[in-house]
C-alpha cells in the first residue's frame, strides 16, 4: 500500500458493507436506510434502466408508498431478527416499550 494509508480505503469498504445483502435480514443496509440501492459510477455512464425509474401522480401517493414499503420491510425484518428464543423476548419487549 504504498502511498495509500488505510484510513483512505474506509469509505470503499464501507460502501461495499452498506451495498450487501445481509443474511440476518435480506436486505442490504442502503435498502433498510433509503429504501434504495446506491448506484455506482457504471450506473450513471449506463443509464437507468427500463422500469427502474418510478413516477408519482401525487406527493400523497408517494408517501403512502413508503409508508406501505416500510411497514412490510419492518415486518420481514423483525421476522427475521427474532428467530431465538432470545432474540425473541428482546424483540417482544422492545415492541412493547414502543
Known amino acids: 500500500m504504498t502511498g495509500v494509508r488505510r484510513c483512505d480505503k474506509v469509505p470503499i469498504a464501507v460502501a461495499a ?11 442490504t443496509p442502503n435498502w433498510l436506510m433509503f429504501f434504495r440501492e446506491t448506484r455506482a459510477p457504471l450506473d450513471v455512464v449506463v443509464g437507468i434502466l427500463p422500469g427502474e425509474q418510478r413516477s408519482y401522480e401525487s406527493v400523497d401517493q408517494f408517501v403512502a408508498e413508503r409508508q406501505q ?16 428464543t432470545e432474540k425473541e423476548l428482546r424483540c417482544s419487549s422492545q415492541a412493547d416499550a414502543v
Open 17 to 27: 458493507y452498506r451495498a450487501s445483502v445481509h443474511e440476518a435480514t435480506g436486505y
Open 69 to 84: 414499503t416500510m411497514t412490510e420491510v419492518n415486518s420481514v425484518v423483525r421476522a427475521a431478527s427474532c428467530g431465538t
